[in-house]
């Protein structure tokens, strides 16, 4: 029975449509993985170094073994791999901007690749291809993932997403620094969840999102940040290859990350567990040390891209 009166709710702006209407909606990208893993029953995954260790709670989860495969300086697969029955190979659409080499790749292993596109929010494949989405590493929700593929949907238990949102309410009241512990904590408690249906908040939320206008923003971000810092860039980027990205991939020295978090531009580590590896391949290591990823989203223009341009050159 509907509910009528009381206190208010959270105001948002009316239902539009999702980006990805086809897709099964979770609870996170690594959940989402997941479930493709329980659906194959698949007894192997390839997977490359260079990523991110929450990538291996599905695998631990569901007894599914793993191998690494190392990475090139473009970011592809370094030596390509023949897959047997019962094997997958999952791949990174690294930062919005590898679209050209993942539909080779889908040429090549075609329902036996999985795209993670958790940094290519915008990317989109043939609907048989699995693809996995991450929203909150794009948009201001706390939770949440896209699973597309020729998989069925499950009767699922929903997720319950109010006790994660403080940092995001306490950003629009203060700094993130404030609220960065808040942040980790909410982050480290999608650790081992179960796999669920997407929460009814992050649902809505998503819904109201107006992706065309943040998609030309990012774009037109990138392509500020590209063309002042390509020349110092180590990391080559086809600028015919790109999705809508999630950052700017600024291949360079690592010390300029302490600079930029002194002038309060936030860079991350893509990610310092891969150290971790026994073995690890130098240009993974070198990826690891020195790949700075610099904001672009939606919240900024081109006065803060310039900001950036002018702070890395003043120093180097």
């Not at 206190?7 to 449509?17: A, C, T």
């Not at 709670?57 to 592809?76: C, G, Q, V």
């Not at 889908?106 to 329902?111: A, C, F, G, H, N």
Request: charged share 30%; glycine share 2%.
């Amino acid at each position: 029975m509907k509910e009528i009166g009381g206190y208010f709710s959270l105001e948002l702006p009316e239902r539009k449509n999702h980006f990805h209407m086809q897709a099964i909606q979770l609870n996170s990208a690594r959940n989402a993985f997941e479930y493709i893993l329980k659906h194959t029953k698949v007894n192997t995954v390839y997977i490359p170094y260079y990523n991110c260790d929450v990538m291996l709670e599905p695998l631990l989860k569901t007894f599914t073994s793993y191998k690494y495969y190392a990475i090139n300086d473009s970011l592809e697969i370094e030596k390509l791999i023949s897959l047997k029955d019962n094997e997958l190979i999952l791949y990174i659409n690294y930062f919005g901007i590898k679209n050209q080499y993942v539909e080779k790749l889908i040429k090549r292993y075609q329902e036996k690749l999985i795209i993670d596109n958790s940094q290519a929010f915008f990317a989109k494949f043939e609907k048989h291809i699995y693809a996995i989405y991450s929203p909150r590493k794009f948009f201001g929700v706390s939770d949440g993932g896209y699973l597309v593929g020729n998989i069925e949907e499950n009767s699922l238990e929903q997720d319950f997403s109010a006790k994660r949102m403080n940092h995001l309410i306490g950003r629009l009241d203060s700094d993130a620094e404030k609220y960065y512990d808040t942040y980790k904590k909410n982050d480290n408690s999608l650790k081992m969840q179960d796999i669920k249906k997407m929460s009814t908040t992050t649902e809505y939320i998503l819904s109201t999102i107006d992706y065309k206008n943040i998609a030309k923003k990012r774009k037109e971000n990138f392509m500020y940040l590209h063309d002042n810092l390509k020349m110092m860039n180590s990391l080559r980027i086809d600028e015919d290859s790109l999705s809508i990205p999630m950052i700017y991939p600024f291949l360079f020295k690592e010390e300029l990350k302490k600079i930029l978090i002194e002038n309060k531009i936030y860079v991350a580590t893509y990610w310092p567990n891969i150290l971790e590896i026994q073995d690890i391949p130098k240009n993974e290591q070198n990826l690891t040390k020195n790949l700075i990823p610099l904001p672009l989203d939606q919240r900024y223009n081109l006065d803060d891209m310039k900001r950036i341009v002018q702070i890395i050159k003043e120093n180097f």
